[in-house]
């Protein structure tokens, strides 16, 4: 067994949201692959276990917890995979449904890879619950941007979606651990998506991950696919579209997440970026 280490959504290894990749989990059991996901320390590890002609069942672990999907994981596997074996269309079972995957290579090299989701839906986020998230946030109702409303978005796990008023208020992250961790367990919530909107097509996000014991993740594509979803539910955006979503730049770690968002409300989003081994 060999554990892989990448970075998802940036070609500089200073850069994007590193995850662990196993390409070969045959044998392993689940609490094997928590303390590997433990030891490696990054805010996920993907475990691959081939199925013959580019199908794998995959699982994701947290170094505390198995998550049912990570776009970033997702991405690092797919380019670690392509970088061995080639390009090409993959499909990943996962624990939230099935993910098409697909690598390409530019004439210098570089490999991208483009994660569609399952489909994506939008719930409403309950009064009390934003009451105590933006309490836990240490944010207050001034702070959000009226035109994105909050609302609880999924395209493979659940995530609060929060927009910023301002790039400032972005950037000063400043949050209850453990009060905000509690909030999220108890709703099932993967990670919190704050997001502001810089443009028509070009978003900043930051995503507090207290119930993987991480912080924050530099780059979450699960998020970024949900954000889509939630984008086109919405009307926020005109289907066909692609938007940028820029993340990480704040705890020093820059990534780009490319959204495609395809004008039928029963398809996924799509995720593309780069990755690099480190």
Not at 102 to 130: F, Y
Request: charge should be negative.
């Amino acid at each position: 067994m060999e554990i892989l280490r990448y970075a998802a959504f940036s070609t500089d290894p200073a850069g994007g949201n590193p995850a662990g990749v196993v390409l070969d989990a045959a044998g392993l059991d689940s609490a094997t692959m928590l303390g590997i996901a433990a030891d490696v320390g990054y805010s996920e590890t993907a475990f691959l276990t081939p199925r013959g002609g580019g199908r794998f069942d995959v699982r994701y672990f947290s170094p505390l917890a198995e998550v049912p999907f990570c776009g970033h994981a997702t991405i690092a596997a797919a380019v670690a995979y392509a970088e061995r074996h080639g390009t090409g269309p993959l499909t990943f079972e996962t624990r939230a449904g099935t993910v098409d995957v697909r690598t390409g290579q530019d004439a210098a090299g570089t490999v991208t890879a483009t994660l569609t989701s399952v489909t994506p839906r939008t719930a409403p986020l309950a009064d009390e619950d934003l009451a105590a998230l933006l309490k836990a946030m240490r944010w207050s109702a001034d702070d959000l941007d009226p035109a994105l409303p909050p609302r609880v978005a999924y395209a493979g796990v659940w995530h609060p979606v929060i927009a910023a008023a301002s790039r400032r208020r972005l950037a000063e992250l400043d949050y209850d651990f453990d009060a905000l961790g509690e909030l999220m367990a108890r709703h099932g919530w993967t990670t919190v998506d704050l997001v502001w909107r810089e443009s028509a097509e070009v978003f900043h996000a930051r995503n507090p991950f207290p119930p993987g014991g991480v912080v924050e993740d530099p780059a979450t594509g699960a998020a970024a696919a949900a954000f889509g979803g939630y984008l086109r539910e919405l009307g926020l955006v005109a289907p066909p579209a692609t938007i940028a979503v820029h993340q990480g730049a704040d705890m020093g770690r820059p990534s780009l997440l490319t959204v495609g968002i395809a004008a039928a409300a029963d398809t996924g989003i799509s995720v593309s970026g780069t990755g690099v081994a480190l």
